[in-house]
T-cell receptor
Framework: DAGITQSPRHKVTETGTPVTLRCHQT?????MYWYRQDPGHGLRLIHY???????DKGEVSDGYSVSRSKTEDFLLTLESATSSQTSVYFC?????????????FGPGTRLTVL | AQSVTQLDSQVPVFEEAPVELRCNYS??????LFWYVQYPNQGLQLLLK????STLVKGINGFEAEFNKSQTSFHLRKPSVHISDTAEYFC????????????WGAGTKLIIKP
């Protein structure tokens, strides 16, 4: 299994509070991704990173920010959580961003915003 | 814009019966196609991929898929399913228009009936 961990694995928070999710990899892969998974929508890309301090927006980036200060860590922050951000969040990594873009996934974080 | 359509949200099938999970995509350029599997309460893992060459692709756990360019399809098949195949299956496409980011289908839940 690819060395990807996510923390926390479960979190319950209240509307308006800040939340940070962490993704940590031991594979030294260049690309890292944050997705959210909701029933009927499959996976939707929030943000991705193609190197330290290099990030870009995905399809559903509003309300989220990211940071990558080290190769191994990619943080996803919800500045002020809303109920619409209740979801399962997956981190993925990939050695390249090219067409052979196999991604390896972490175990997920289930976030509930009350 | 690219899109991926998985025509069935759920597919019930008896154990040891064959199964086909359907995936259609829209893209006007060369595509790279993937099937991922998500077992209950886990992250996603790669089942198989089409990058080039033979249109029949074999993956793990006895699954195979066929790329049909004229019908823009990449259907997943298995000749005989087992209880352990119970999972959600996701089709994804990557091409130059998406900057090689994966565009995901909504997923198909495979339900194995004993």
């Amino acid at each position: 299994d690819a060395g990807i961990t996510q923390s926390p694995r479960h979190k319950v928070t209240e509307t308006g509070t800040p939340v940070t999710l962490r993704c940590h990899q031991t594979e030294n892969h260049r690309y890292m991704y944050w997705y959210r998974q909701d029933p009927g929508h499959g996976l939707r890309l929030i943000h991705y990173s193609y190197g330290v301090k290099d990030t870009d927006k995905g399809e559903v980036s509003d309300g989220y920010s990211v940071s990558r200060s080290k190769t191994e860590d990619f943080l996803l922050t919800l500045e002020s959580a809303t109920s619409s951000q209740t979801s399962v969040y997956f981190c993925a990594i990939s050695p390249s961003g090219g067409p052979y873009n196999e991604q390896f996934f972490g175990p997920g974080t289930r976030l509930t915003v009350l | 814009a690219q899109s991926v359509t998985q025509l069935d949200s759920q597919v019930p099938v008896f154990e040891e019966a064959p199964v086909e999970l359907r995936c259609n995509y829209s893209s006007s350029v060369s595509v790279y196609l993937f099937w991922y599997v998500q077992y209950p309460n886990q992250g996603l893992q790669l089942l198989l991929k089409y990058l080039s060459g033979s249109t029949l692709v074999k993956g793990i756990n006895g699954f195979e898929a066929e790329f049909n360019k004229s019908q823009t399809s990449f259907h997943l098949r298995k000749p005989s399913v087992h209880i352990s195949d119970t999972a959600e299956y996701f089709c994804a496409v990557s091409d130059t228009d998406s900057n090689y980011q994966l565009i995901w289908g909504a997923g198909t839940k495979l339900i194995i009936k004993p």
